[in-house]
């Protein structure tokens, strides 16, 4: 595809239901980041992959939170027992290297909705 | 904590001025600068990139960096409606080879006919 495409759009969830989030990244793009973002914040980092390799995950907000990317293209951030602080829009963005100057690419996200 | 400021708005400009938007950052090793552009509802869209001190002019925008003073704006020359939107600032963490952003919370523009 021409961008980066997420599904769900839209997802709700009863409290302490799991989730399961999907990230198509641009074709050919080693690097992928998942982001937060509240309503009226800019976007928080989550979590990096180069490849298929998790390089950083400090910004996971507690151990409920699980990012993979097994073949190194599609990724899936899952969140355990949802609660409802976890309501935001994730963004999932690719850029086509592994230097900090390459731009990055954002899809649509998955507006979640906990209740 | 790594941290990037920007004042939240609303800034409100008529059509056809210029729009003036603002950025600081904390940390000094920071590289790469980006601005992002996101309608509500939608998702960011790269409007600029800035790496080295000085302007850099791409149509109707024009990025500023001063590494100096940790400083980066964005103006955008005669602004129109469809240029209502919120600007985001973000700030690429590491120097090296890692390179997740860290962005502010947006300036929210107005371009009033």
């Known amino acids: 595809g021409a961008g980066v495409s997420q599904s769900p759009r839209y997802k709700v969830a009863k409290r302490g239901q799991d989730v399961a989030l999907r990230c198509d990244p641009i074709s050919g793009h080693v690097s992928l980041f998942w982001y937060q973002q509240a309503l009226g914040q800019g976007p928080e980092f989550l979590t990096y992959?180069?490849?298929?390799?998790?390089?950083?995950k400090s910004g996971l907000p507690s151990d409920r939170f699980f990012a993979e990317r097994p073949e190194g293209s599609v990724s899936t951030l899952k969140i355990q027992r949802t609660q409802q602080e976890d309501s935001a829009v994730y963004l999932c963005?690719?850029?086509?290297?592994?230097?900090?100057?390459?731009?990055?690419?954002f899809g649509d996200g998955t507006r979640l909705s906990i209740l | 904590q790594k941290e990037v400021e920007q004042n939240s708005g609303p800034l409100s400009v008529p059509e056809g001025a210029i729009a003036s938007l603002n950025c600081t950052y904390s940390d000094r090793v920071s590289q790469s600068f980006f601005w992002y552009r996101q309608y509500s509802g939608k998702s960011p869209e790269l409007i600029m990139s800035?790496?080295?001190?000085g302007d850099k002019e791409d149509g109707r925008f024009t990025a500023q960096l001063n590494k100096a003073s940790q400083y980066v704006s964005l103006l955008i020359r005669d602004s129109q409606p469809s240029d209502s939107a919120t600007y985001l600032c973000a700030v690429s963490n590491y120097g090296g080879s890692q390179g997740n952003l860290i962005f502010g919370k947006g300036t929210k523009l107005s371009v009033k006919p």
């Open positions: 800035i790496y080295s001190n």
């Open positions: 963005a690719s850029s086509l290297g592994r230097q900090n100057n390459q731009p990055q690419h």
């Open positions: 992959f180069q490849n298929e390799a998790q390089l950083d």
